[in-house]
Structures are given as structure tokens and as C-alpha cells.
């Protein structure tokens, strides 16, 4: 069982920066893919980022390559997003995920997760 708590949302300026953070409990993070979406007003959760158990592979959509970051500290069960330049189009609540196992194709994907934050709103304003 693993339960996540995102935090660091808020409002930033189309160009700033901003890094979210989801604390994970359970013995078991080290093992997840931990993944970051997000879902703006009206539209699909989509996806944003991922990162393998060891840290080691990174996934991003095109959306934000270049401009975000995932990283995880498995020793302090917690997984970040940096967002750099960000732009008004990036506003949405960003959830943080959790699941087992690595797949190029499936971690793209909501259901590939078992385990999902509560989410934290993210505001870019122009």
C-alpha cells in the first residue's frame, strides 16, 4: 500500500518556476514508477512525467521537455517535479502516481498507476 501527498502548488508567473513535491508512505516506493499528470478544466488527465524506481530512466511528454524535471529521493520516499518557463497552458492540478514495474508504452498511461494523490493546483498566469 503506498499513499501519496502532493504539495507546492500555487500561483507563478508565465516564466518563473515552481517545484511540486508528493511524499510517499510504504515500504515499498523504492520499487514504484512514480509518475506525474496533470488535468486542466474540462480536458483529460494526461501525462507528464515519469521516473523508474532506480532513478535511472525519465519519461516526459512533449509538452514539457526541456522545461521540467522528475526526480526522486527514494531514502526520503519523495518524488519532484521542477517546472522551469513555465507557460499559462501548463495550468492544471498536477497529481503524483505510483506503479509497479517499468513499461516504455504503459507508464505514459493513467491505469498503468495502482496508487494517485489528491492532486495540487498549479496557476500560471500571463
Known amino acids: 500500500q503506498v499513499q501519496l501527498v502532493e504539495s507546492g502548488g500555487g500561483l507563478v508567473q508565465a516564466g518563473g518556476s515552481l517545484r511540486l513535491s508528493c511524499a510517499a508512505s510504504?515500504?515499498?516506493?523504492?520499487?514504484?514508477?512514480m509518475g506525474w499528470f496533470r488535468q486542466a478544466p474540462g480536458q483529460d488527465r494526461e501525462f507528464v512525467a515519469a521516473?523508474?524506481?532506480?532513478?535511472?530512466?525519465?519519461l516526459y511528454a512533449d509538452s514539457v521537455k526541456g522545461r521540467f524535471t522528475i526526480s526522486r529521493d527514494n531514502a526520503e520516499n519523495t518524488v519532484y517535479l521542477e517546472m522551469n518557463s513555465v507557460k499559462p497552458e501548463d495550468t492544471a492540478v498536477y497529481y503524483c502516481?505510483?506503479?509497479?514495474?517499468?513499461?516504455?508504452?504503459?507508464?505514459?498511461?493513467?491505469?498503468?498507476?495502482?496508487?494517485w494523490g489528491q492532486g495540487t493546483q498549479v496557476t500560471v498566469s500571463s
Open positions: 521516473i523508474r524506481w532506480s532513478g535511472g530512466s525519465t
Open positions: 502516481a505510483a506503479g509497479p514495474g517499468f513499461s516504455w508504452n504503459g507508464i505514459r498511461t493513467s491505469k498503468w498507476y495502482n496508487y
Open positions: 510504504g515500504r515499498t516506493f523504492s520499487t514504484y514508477t
